[in-house]
């Protein structure tokens, strides 16, 4: 475990380091761009003007390494993952409230999310373009919390004891760490492939 903590570490800090740089070419860029705007205001180029706007906002988002929550960890592998699926034209949804106390363990639970992450990117890179959606959702109201993932798969899958048995390659990584943390921590699973759509669901108490 303490490998993949260091590993997670060191991705989110160059993240972390590229989006500085990238901020300060922009804030370098910001007065220019604020003379560009006032010289085609003057000239009433409307049309062009919205277009320049639209232009920056696109390269703000691009430097926008997003937080999640408090914990490093689990910041890092949200946000290693998801903009791994990106670059693949991944389409995600993500709804993640967690609060600043957070159980299970915040190793256990990095590297579970890392290895789910990484089995629906994997299986979404399969898909056409217009199929490739993963959705997660991390909720916790009062002592419950739920993990969700979904995403689109129109190959076969065969379950046993409620796991897959054959995926994709490296699959079996993710289903020994999903195990390990079912085990760990008493959490429920449901797991069910129907209509194109993978869903995992694992819930647990945080005491």
């Not at 993949?4 to 972390?16: C, D, G, H, V």
């Not at 560009?36 to 691009?62: A, G, H, R, T, Y």
């Not at 903009?83 to 590297?111: G, S, Y």
């Not at 490296?170 to 390990?180: E, Q, T, Y």
Request: hydrophobic fraction near 40%; glycine fraction near 2%.
């Amino acid at each position: 475990h303490l490998k993949e903590q260091i590993s997670a570490l060191k991705q989110y800090n160059f993240l972390m380091q590229k989006n500085h740089e990238q901020m300060k070419i922009l804030r370098h860029d910001m007065r220019h761009n604020y003379r560009i705007i006032f010289s085609m205001l003057q000239e009433k180029k409307f049309d062009e003007i919205v277009d320049f706007i639209k232009l920056q906002e696109n390269l703000l988002d691009k430097t926008t390494v997003k937080f999640f929550c408090k914990s490093p960890l689990i910041n890092a592998a949200l946000s290693i993952y998801l903009q791994i699926a990106e670059k693949f034209e991944i389409k995600i949804r993500q709804k993640i409230n967690l609060p600043e106390k957070f159980f299970p363990d915040e190793t256990d639970f990095a590297i579970l999310i890392s290895n789910l992450l990484e089995n629906a990117i994997n299986a979404s890179k399969l898909q056409p373009k217009n199929r490739r959606k993963i959705s997660i959702t991390i909720e916790h109201i009062e002592n419950q919390c739920a993990l969700e993932i979904k995403n689109l798969f129109d190959g076969e899958m065969t379950f046993e004891n409620n796991f897959p048995i054959t995926f994709a390659e490296g699959h079996g990584i993710g289903m020994l760490s999903l195990k390990n943390f079912i085990e760990k921590y008493s959490a429920q699973l449901d797991f069910s492939h129907e209509n194109g759509e993978v869903k995992i669901l694992i819930y647990w108490e945080n005491i």
